[in-house]
């Protein structure tokens, strides 16, 4: 099994069309840039026997219909993200002591055998910070970290993944019910923050097709997940599973704070029925998509939350992708490649610019200098005075080929320089104060700080400084440096 470190995120901006499983469809979506309008949408009913139980029984023609699918919705692109049911997943959280990535991937595989109902070895895991207020009874101790993980076998993601690239499309991430059902429970119930975070645990279910994915989630972390069977008493079952949660808890008075639904299946009889057992008044997840039918919001919300998803790599130490090892790895030397190409070009074009507008100044300067030197030598003649040209004018000329030098020699180690995660955009010169201003965007603040340190360290910098302004944001950090030769 390839194993993979950590790393900090790698941000995109781009929406990619995805695809959900559903027991009885397969839908195409894409959103637009603010995520809150569908661009695309199909909905098609998944043929018999090609996905049973949640894995692929007949690859070949999941293939055929997966490229019938792109082709008659006149799809484009060929990157998608994939969502696949929850039935073969496990998700949940643990709580580790304080330690670095690569110690957190081998305490999990040390915990698998206790958490994974399937061997480790034979499952794709990937992992994410769920971040929780320390020192509160009852909860992890200062220093502690929540980690939320997600699994499936590696046989039922690889049977997805070939039928894909047998189709002409590129898998860029794997997500299951669970975690896009996580994203939709409103943030003041999800995450701790600059608010108070109910202390009581919050339950979300999806209940679509013949099943009915349940979380229970305190703080942002899922402390409980399963996966219900359809049937006459399925609101019961809901019930049965959070009062078994419930009964675990070492407070006699433990109560669900919040429930919310969403799926197809759910209607007014599930909600009464839920409400009147967990005396609990549920709230119904909606897609938030202004361009379908309000009766659908609700239906389609998992989908919606899928569609948002920034499918960075499994290194993202903040989100969920159950890819494929092999296909992470090309992915991520196919974005290094394109980040030196792109380093490469940049600063080409920056050396241009450079020369260019240096050529410009040297011209303007010596204009400058000749009509300087004509209106003395004309005051010279009509005062019938002897007047000199003032030499130090004349050297600035000569100064300025010197500092386009030092400029090339400045862009060159700026770019080289650059670590993975910073792109220079503009550079400023003042030729007054000898004081350049750089511009750019760092995938997040902790790269743009290693960026910082190392500049101070060469000789021909003697000062680099970053205004709080640009260190505001965590990620897609827009910046402005200033350096002092």
């Known amino acids: 099994m390839v194993k993979t470190t950590k790393k900090k995120p790698v941000r995109v901006s781009k929406r990619y069309p995805c695809f959900l499983f559903t027991e009885q469809a397969v839908f195409l979506v894409q959103v637009n840039k603010n995520g809150d309008q569908f661009t695309l949408f199909r909905e098609t009913v998944l043929p018999a026997g090609l996905v049973v139980g949640g894995a692929v029984q007949d690859q070949k023609q999941l293939a055929v219909f ?148 349940l979380i229970i989630t305190q703080k942002g972390a899922i402390v409980a997940s399963s996966v219900l069977q359809d049937g006459a008493d399925i609101v019961e079952k809901v019930h049965r599973m959070i009062e078994y949660y419930l009964n675990q808890q070492e407070s006699e008075s433990a109560t669900i704070g919040s429930v919310y639904l969403a799926g197809k299946n759910i209607n007014q009889q599930f909600v009464s029925g839920l409400n009147q057992l967990l005396k609990v ?101 009509k005062q019938n005075q002897s007047l000199t040209f003032n030499p130090a004018v004349v050297t600035l000329i000569d100064t300025t080929v010197v500092e386009n030098e030092k400029l090339s020699h400045l862009v060159t180690i700026l770019f080289d320089m650059a ?39 060469r000789e021909e910098i003697s000062e680099v400084t970053i205004p709080l302004s640009s260190l505001e944001h965590e990620v897609d950090v827009e910046f402005r440096m200033q350096i002092t030769l």
């Open 66 to 213: 997966l490229s019938q699918m792109a082709k008659q919705s006149k799809l484009k692109e060929t990157e998608v993200v994939v969502g696949l049911p929850e039935l073969k997943a496990t998700t949940q959280s643990i709580t580790l002591p304080q330690m670095v990535s690569e110690e957190i991937t081998q305490a999990i595989e040390n915990k698998a055998s206790s958490i994974l109902p399937f061997p480790y070895d034979e499952a794709y895991v990937d992992w994410q910070f769920i971040d929780l207020p320390a020192g509160e009874a009852g909860k992890p101790k200062e220093g502690d970290m929540t980690i939320l993980i997600s699994a499936m076998p590696r046989i039922v993601v690889d049977g997805f993944f070939a039928a894909f690239e047998a189709a002409g499309l590129s898998p860029l991430a794997f997500e299951t019910t669970a975690t896009s059902l996580l994203r939709l429970i409103p943030p003041d119930s999800a995450q701790p923050g600059d608010r108070p975070v109910p202390a009581q645990p919050v339950a979300a279910v999806e209940y679509t097709g013949s099943n009915a994915t």
């Open 281 to 381: 008044e549920s709230k119904l997840l909606s897609a938030g998509i202004t361009n379908i039918a309000r009766e659908r919001q609700s239906e389609l919300a998992i989908l919606a939350s899928l569609a948002r998803k920034n499918p960075t790599l499994p290194e993202d130490e903040k989100t969920i992708n159950l890819l494929p090892d092999e296909k992470a790895l090309l992915i991520e030397e196919q974005q290094a490649r394109i980040h030196e190409k792109q380093r490469k070009i940049g600063a080409v074009f920056l050396l241009f610019i450079f020369l260019f507008m240096s050529a410009l100044s040297f011209i303007t300067l010596r204009s400058k200098t000749e009509i300087l030197s004509q209106e003395i030598e004309a005051f010279s003649t």
């Open 419 to 457: 670590p993975q995660g910073i792109l220079l955009n503009g550079i400023q010169f003042d030729t007054e104060t000898g004081q350049v201003l750089l511009l750019g965007h760092a995938t997040d603040r902790g790269t743009l700080l290693s960026y910082r340190d190392m500049l101070e360290k």
